[in-house]
């Protein structure tokens, strides 16, 4: 499957950002999704996973009860609903997916999106 994130871009503190994850060459609805970021001099970290089969979610603690994962069948796209946002937000974003796996170890993915800058700055 090939993904395309976009959405990204300067957001202030306190604001609110939506990303997208387009997919093509399979359906999503097949596919379990992660969104996953690398903040500069940093290792790459799980923020969000939905999975196939029985659609359940799975959040980081930083951003559980701020960020929303979901799953447009339709539009065969994902999204990250980022809401209350820090600076510690600052990343590149990048989606995922696979069709074997149900997690949300980024190691556990076979697919990738190119990642979206999200700067959270005031």
């Known amino acids: 499957v090939q993904l395309q994130a976009s959405g990204g871009g300067l957001v202030h503190p306190g604001g609110s950002l939506r990303l997208s994850c387009a997919a093509s060459?399979?359906?999503?609805?097949?596919?379990?999704v992660g969104w996953f970021r690398q903040a500069p001099g940093k290792g790459r970290e799980e923020v969000a996973c939905?999975?196939?089969?029985?659609?359940?979610?799975h959040y980081s603690d930083s951003v559980k009860g701020r960020f929303t994962i979901s799953r447009d069948n339709a539009k065969n796209t994902s999204y990250l609903e980022m809401n209350s946002v820090k600076s510690e937000d600052t990343a590149i974003y990048y989606c995922?997916?696979?069709?074997?796996?149900?997690?949300?170890?980024?190691?556990?993915?076979?697919?990738w999106g190119q990642g979206t800058q999200v700067t959270v700055s005031s």
């Open positions: 939905l999975s196939i089969g029985d659609d359940s979610t």
């Open positions: 060459g399979s359906t999503l609805d097949a596919l379990t």
């Open positions: 995922a997916a696979d069709d074997q796996y149900w997690g949300c170890d980024p190691d556990l993915y076979d697919d």
